[in-house]
């Protein structure tokens, strides 16, 4: 299969892109426009990208605000509040169907690749259970990445410790942690070594909720970050959400970037959640509640953008677009100029695949997997500008997914 008339990220012309049993076999810069024959699939000039990634989403929540009720104060306590009512009636079936709509609804949108946190703070891991027959059920459509979540924390948490190496030994791809829920400083920082114990151990990569809360005192970041160094992990650990760093001072901040950008981790920021949830304690001036993703980004260290919730108890909307999520965040983060714009999809294709880890697995090189997608623009600008859609979806070199634009007709 021969893409052609394609316009690659980062490099001038129009482009062929040839896909053999399954693998990319073939870039070949053009002249000129061509016109398709067989079964060629034309790009029209429009950008050819790896697809886009999903890099922080919580599959066993989705699809359940309003069920039994909705969450009327919009805060975090009210949704964990909601939560519990929902939590009562879930079934394995329930939480399958809910996990492979979402994920339809993020293959519409180009993503093919997806990492979910799924809670295991809870004696029958029930969810988890689910979320690996998801895995393997719904991997014609993305590639799956289950990290194991203790939403109620490892530590303090009646036998969390057993229930995250239960999770790991089941299957679960990453491990996961919450430490500035933990009832105390130090269980915090125990859940962080015990967590990155137990990954080193069984060669996991990590993605830890690490510090999600306005409170400029809760520092689990240098704890996770001083771990990583230590133990050569960094490239293998993410810090999500990381939300307190928006209040921490500069005096600090300067010296806990120093450490960052030696340990080697990489960020996941969820801001459409975060600028929801956080800041619910001030009155004005109000603090945006989000990480500092652009100083992260000049730094030279590894950062992308997830949605962390559709149509749960904590956040009401999102239909899986990612480009959605891009589009608050540049805004949130300050990240307008034209520099960023044009490179704006970095934040959710090469940085989050960076962050899951992908390696070859993803890209557009010779060899790598045939994953691609045509997006309805021409640059990372138009892109972003135009909220442009996935216009077809290519899977192990076989077509996935095809929209036909919109057209619109004046009278
Ligand atoms: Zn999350």
Redesign the pocket.
């Given at each position: 299969m021969n893409i052609i008339n394609a316009t690659l990220r980062k490099r001038q012309g129009l482009f062929t892109v040839t896909c053999d049993g399954g693998r990319i076999s073939a870039i070949t810069a053009q002249p000129d426009l061509l016109l398709a024959k067989d079964d060629d699939i034309d790009a029209a000039g429009q950008l050819l990208i790896a697809p886009l990634v999903e890099p922080?989403i919580?599959l066993d929540a989705t699809l359940t605000a309003g069920d039994p009720q909705w969450n009327m104060s919009g805060t975090l306590f009210e949704g964990i509040e909601r939560w519990g009512q929902r939590k009562a009636t879930i079934t394995h079936e329930d939480t399958k169907a809910r996990a492979h709509t979402t994920i339809r609804m993020l293959a519409e949108h180009g993503i093919q690749h997806v990492r979910t946190?799924i809670d295991v703070t809870d004696p029958t891991l029930g969810a988890l259970k689910a979320m690996l027959e998801v895995r393997e059920e719904a991997r014609h459509l993305v590639d799956l990445q289950i990290v194991a979540f203790p939403q109620e924390g490892i530590e303090s948490y009646d036998n969390g410790r057993a229930l995250m190496e239960q999770a790991i030994e089941l299957g679960a791809d990453v491990v996961g942690g919450i430490p500035h829920f933990e009832n105390t400083r130090e269980q915090g920082v125990s859940s962080i070594k015990f967590l990155m114990d137990l990954a080193e151990r069984r060669g996991c990569l990590v993605d830890v909720?690490c510090d999600e809360t306005d409170d400029p005192h809760s520092r689990f970041l240098e704890v996770l970050a001083e771990e990583a160094r230590v133990r050569g992990m960094g490239s293998r650990v993410t810090a999500?959400?990381t939300t307190a760093m928006g209040s921490y001072d500069n005096a600090y901040c300067s010296k806990l970037f120093r450490l960052l950008k030696h340990s080697g981790i990489n960020f996941v920021s969820?801001p459409t959640e975060s600028i929801h949830l956080q800041g619910r304690f001030d009155t004005f001036p109000k603090r945006r509640g989000v990480t500092r993703v652009a100083e992260i980004d000049r730094a030279g260290m590894n950062v992308c953008f997830g949605q962390?919730s559709i149509k749960d108890p904590w956040y009401p909307l999102g239909n899986g677009n990612i480009l959605r999520v891009l589009d608050a965040g540049l805004h949130i983060c300050h990240m307008m100029g034209f520099e960023d714009l044009a490179r704006s999809l970095d934040l959710v294709t090469d940085n989050s695949a960076r962050t899951l880890n992908l390696g070859e697995r993803y890209g557009i090189e010779v060899g790598r997997p045939a994953n691609l997608v045509i997006l309805d623009a021409e640059s990372d600008y138009e892109a972003v500008r135009r909220q442009a859609k996935a216009r077809v979806s290519i899977r192990g070199g076989q077509v996935l997914m095809t929209r036909v634009p919109e057209r619109v007709e004046f009278a």
């Open positions: 922080h919580h946190h909720h999500s959400h969820c962390d």
